[in-house]
């Protein structure tokens, strides 16, 4: 029988593992919490997940009871010693990668058969980059991802229109997903504790939407960089004459300004020619 695993503090203090700021650290120690993350996830023993910022390994723990494989992309040198103890213990199903997660190339290293899952709790300083990136994943590779936020992101990528958070973000993220809300946790969750809680939002793709992504981001800068203007002004640049006609296309007044207009209209805007 495997002698267990230590407690996550006690390996954070035998590596020497203190939270390094610049790289948006704040472990996550409770493994009640990593456990109802992975469970979120829904991966099976088929499936592969990728986990971003693994630190000391609280949530790899919880990933790798599902019986999955994990891939874990790492920039910290400093974790690797532990992190290769949690692939020793589970037999090898942990795969650890040093790397930049903005650069790795997922799609790189896709199983030849099961799901593959995304988890993570983000480092604060990138979530929203990597976010955008797994999003525009063309063709998308993952069958959903759950992550975590600061509070706040994440009530702009849930935002509804006309609410003071609804921009870009939420756009794009609700265009190429089902978001839904996991849950909260407040910010003594974490070691050391963020100065803002957090919540764990739960991504399944929407596959096949044949939206112009880089159509509906220039439409979106656009409009949303001139919020206060009504869109007769600030989508000018982007329709040119055309633009009366293709608000009218789209139901939408002309008066209305960029957090009036929801999801399925400005995918319907993104979709009109413009000659």
């Known amino acids: 029988m495997k002698t267990p695993l230590p407690p996550l503090r006690d390996v954070i203090a035998a590596h020497g593992l203190g939270a390094n700021k610049a790289l948006g650290q704040h472990f996550l120690l409770d493994l009640n919490i990593t456990t109802k993350i992975a469970r979120l996830l829904g991966a099976g023993a088929e499936d592969q997940i990728f986990e971003i910022g693994p630190g000391p390994g609280g949530l790899t723990r919880g990933l790798l009871d599902s019986g999955a494989v994990v891939i874990a992309i790492e920039r910290d040198h400093r974790c690797m010693g532990v992190l290769q103890e949690i692939s020793d213990y589970y037999d090898g199903r942990l795969q650890v990668i040093e790397d930049d997660a903005l650069k790795f190339d997922e799609a790189s290293l896709l199983p030849k058969r099961g799901k593959v899952f995304i988890a993570s709790n983000l480092p604060y300083n990138i979530s929203t980059e990597l976010l955008i990136k797994w999003l525009k994943a063309e063709p998308c590779w993952w069958s959903r ?116 207009i929801a999801v399925d209209q400005w995918i319907s805007l993104s979709g009109v020619a413009v000659s």
Not at 145 to 155: I, N
Not at 167 to 173: C, M, N, P, Y
């Open 145 to 260: 991802m759950v992550l975590m936020f600061q509070r706040e992101v994440a009530d702009r990528i849930m935002a509804a229109p006309g609410s003071k958070t609804y921009g870009r973000l939420s756009i794009i993220s609700q265009s190429l997903s089902r978001v839904s809300k996991g849950f909260d946790l407040p910010a003594r969750a974490f070691t050391p504790p963020p100065k803002v809680d957090s919540t764990v939002l739960v991504f399944d793709p929407i596959k096949n939407h044949g939206i112009d992504i880089a159509r509906l981001e220039t439409l979106t800068q656009a409009a949303f960089s001139q919020r206060r203007k009504m869109l007769r002004s600030s989508l000018k640049s982007v329709f040119g004459a055309r633009l009366e006609q293709a608000l009218l296309e789209c139901e939408i007044l002309p008066t209305a300004r960029a957090e009036d």
